[in-house]
């Protein structure tokens, strides 16, 4: 799992999924990495749920040098049987992050290093590539700032649209201790996440796999 700095790098990508509820398919979502120019690039993620009754886009713009990713701003978007939900923010270099919604603007107090969470999963696939096993992050959204944690499980045989596969599975710390989420990368493709799995009380509610994946 551990690599060297020098071979830790980022590649543009387009990545579908399948969402399950209880086994029955019921949505899909999308995550696409576009190199913009040098060091900046944007990551797109979609969601479509129950026949396009409910949608959700983040875009988020970033620099990555070095190891380190440097948010630039991210704009958000819901929308629920017709009802939609639009905000932005951007992120200042004192840390300070502006944020616009429909019915006003709100500045919070932050530092540098808080991210957005579509750049944040960028940052989690790197930190596996330099062979991390626990890391934590500040994100901010809603007008929240939040801690987020994971840490390596193991290592597991998973299967994939490409066959079985060696994945990293990776479990979200959390404080509720009835609800429990692991999420399985694979490094032979770039440590691209293929699965997600949600569970309550032990039993699984939800997952996710991936259906097609490129590199541009």
């Known amino acids: 799992m551990t690599v060297?700095?020098?071979?830790?790098?980022?590649?543009?990508?387009?990545?579908?999924?399948?969402?399950?509820?209880?086994?029955?398919?019921?949505?899909?979502?999308?995550?696409?990495?576009?190199?913009?120019?040098?060091?900046?690039?944007?990551?797109?993620?979609?969601?479509?749920?129950?026949?396009?009754?409910?949608?959700?886009?983040?875009?988020?713009?970033f620099d990555f040098k070095d190891n380190v990713l440097t948010t630039?701003?991210?704009?958000?978007?819901?929308s629920v049987m017709g009802f939609g939900d639009v905000s932005s923010a951007s992120f200042e270099d004192n840390g300070d992050i502006l944020m616009d919604f429909e019915d006003g603007h709100v500045e919070i107090k932050s530092k540098p290093d808080v991210m957005d969470v579509g750049a944040m999963t960028i940052v989690v696939q790197n930190d596996l590539k330099l062979?991390?096993?626990?890391?934590?992050y500040e994100w901010v959204f809603e007008e929240k700032l939040e801690t987020i944690a994971f840490e390596v499980v193991q290592e597991e045989t998973i299967n994939t649209i490409f066959g079985d596969m060696t994945a990293v599975k990776v479990k979200e710390v959390k404080k509720k201790k009835n609800r429990a989420t692991y999420y399985w990368f694979v490094p032979k493709l770039d440590y691209q996440l293929a699965q997600v799995e949600v569970y309550k009380h032990g039993v699984r509610k939800s997952y996710l796999k991936l259906t097609d994946l490129t590199f541009q």
């Open 4 to 61: 060297s700095l020098a071979q830790a790098k980022i590649y543009p990508f387009q990545a579908k999924y399948a969402v399950y509820y209880k086994d029955v398919r019921f949505g899909s979502g999308e995550r696409t990495l576009r190199r913009l120019s040098g060091d900046s690039y944007k990551l797109t993620t979609q969601a479509s749920v129950l026949f396009g009754t409910g949608d959700y886009t983040n875009n988020s713009w």
């Open 72 to 78: 630039d701003r991210y704009e958000h978007e819901t």
């Open 131 to 136: 062979g991390k096993t626990a890391f934590s």
